[in-house]
């Protein structure tokens, strides 16, 4: 069975760096390419960036300067670090499974990050 | 970036309607568009990919056409558990980006 799982600080200061954890479970990640979506309260989707099956990665350009996406392949995890953070980060961090159609086919729950001092 | 222009932005609608969300994008993208649901929760569920395909799962009251920039996602005959956001997302070039999203609300 397909699961992701996202685990991090709620809390984060302003300037700081947010580093949230993709925990997945039936399949692996150099399988299956994984992204990372990010939804402000109440507004939409925005996608953040993905590693590949491969292992690289790419990044919205509008993000690219402040993002890292790495993995551990052997623990099956995928890692976000976002640093320099701003209010505008608020919002729940999604990661996403692309499937062999390039449709993110399954989704983790998310993990609403704070951005407050 | 590739804009996603989705319409309406929210819908209200009747049990047993058909309904009928669009989605514009900013250049051709060779039909390169999935639609997902996402539910009050947050939970996000995959529609329909490339256009017209639908995921396992999903039932056949769901359809989705389109080409060149624009799209559509069919819902032929509402049930209670239809009532939700959607969002068209296209992936013909990077960064991947998605439409600003359609409530559809019950009437």
């Known amino acids: 069975q397909v699961r992701l799982k996202e685990s991090g600080p709620r809390l984060v200061q302003p300037s700081q760096t947010l580093s949230v954890t993709c925990t997945v479970s039936?399949?692996?990640?150099?399988?299956?390419?994984v992204s990372w979506v990010r939804q402000p309260p109440g507004k939409g989707l925005e996608w953040v960036g993905a590693i590949w099956k491969g292992g690289s990665t790419d990044y919205n350009s509008a993000l690219k300067s402040r993002l890292s996406i790495s993995r551990d392949t052997s623990k099956n995890q995928v890692f976000l670090k976002m640093n320099s953070l701003q209010t505008d980060d608020t919002g729940t961090y999604y990661c996403?499974?692309?499937?062999?159609?390039?449709?993110?086919?399954?989704w983790g729950q998310g993990v609403m990050v704070t951005v407050s001092s | 970036d590739i804009q996603m222009t989705q319409t309406p932005s929210s819908m209200p609608a009747s049990l047993g309607e058909r309904v009928t969300i669009s989605c514009r994008a900013s250049q051709g993208i060779s039909n390169y568009l999935n639609w997902y649901q996402q539910k009050p929760d947050g939970t996000i569920k995959p529609l329909i990919y490339?256009?017209?395909n639908l995921q396992s799962g999903v039932p056949s009251r769901f359809s989705g056409s389109g080409s060149g920039t624009d799209y559509s996602l069919t819902i032929s005959s509402l049930e209670p558990e239809d009532f939700a956001m959607y969002y068209c997302?296209?992936?013909?070039?990077?960064?991947?980006?998605f439409g600003s999203g359609t409530k559809l609300e019950i009437k």
């Open positions: 997302q296209q992936y013909d070039s990077s960064p991947l980006t």
């Open positions: 996403a499974k692309h499937s062999i159609y390039n449709n993110f086919d399954y």
């Open positions: 490339y256009t017209s």
């Open positions: 039936g399949f692996s990640v150099t399988s299956y390419h």
